[in-house]
């Protein structure tokens, strides 16, 4: 019954590869969020996704598309990978603001990306 | 530039002693500010928050104090457990998005 859940869990690739996390929540949340954990450990948002619309997007490269194919889900897609890349990606969800919330989010385990 | 600085990497703590992370903002435009605790190989779990309209919020062994005249706030936990041994990340809050510190690391010794 997990509440924000996150695959794959690690995931090494070689430079220039094409490679997708996949995020699911069976917490009802409007909204979803992708954050990149750098090995200085900040924790930052990338985007924000609300009722399958983009709300948030940071300056991201290209080379990284979400896609939410309906409410519960919010996919990572990282094209042409590159060594700067290599960082633990959470996903996380929340209710929406507005519905009573406070931006209280739920966080998945985590995906540890390496790119060699 | 970071708008939310949690200045100490690491903390030390004997266990049933009283734990302070303390965590510094820039942008008084944040209207909520939240603590989360992450162990190893998991990702951050929400603990406590407080609006910018108070200064303070209990739950349990945990309180979160806020200075807003000094942008600054702390997280107190007493009595500190072993179980309590995580990493706390403070974050603020504005419209949609949260901002995130860098981390504390507590350690609690026996």
């Known amino acids: 019954d997990t509440a924000v859940s996150q695959t794959p869990k690690y995931l090494v690739t070689q430079m220039g590869n094409d490679k997708s996390i996949k995020c699911e929540q069976n917490?009802?949340?409007?909204?979803m969020y992708w954050y990149k954990q750098d090995s200085k450990k900040f924790l930052k948002i990338m985007f924000s996704?609300?009722?399958?619309?983009?709300?948030i997007n940071e300056t991201v490269p290209n080379r990284f598309s979400p896609k939410s194919p309906d409410k519960a889900h919010l996919n990572l897609h990282i094209n042409s990978l590159e060594l700067g890349d290599s960082a633990v990606y959470f996903c996380a969800s929340s209710p929406h603001p507005g519905a009573g919330g406070h931006n209280e989010q739920f966080f998945g385990p985590g995906t540890r990306l390496t790119v060699l | 530039d970071q708008q939310v600085k949690q200045n100490s990497p690491s903390l030390s703590v004997q266990e049933g002693r009283i734990s302070i992370l303390n965590c510094d903002y820039t942008n008084s435009m944040f209207d909520y500010f939240l603590w989360y605790k992450k162990y190893p190989a998991e990702g951050p779990t929400f603990l406590i928050s407080?609006?910018?309209?108070?200064d303070k919020n209990e739950d349990g062994r945990f309180t979160v104090f806020l200075n807003k005249s000094a942008k600054h706030l702390s997280l107190h936990i007493v009595p500190s457990q072993p179980g309590d041994s995580a990493v706390y990340f403070c974050a603020a809050s504005a419209d949609d998005k949260i901002i995130f510190g860098k981390g504390t690391r507590l350690h609690i010794l026996p």
């Open positions: 996704y609300n009722n399958k619309e983009l709300i």
């Open positions: 917490l009802g949340h409007d909204t």
């Open positions: 407080i609006s910018s309209i108070k």
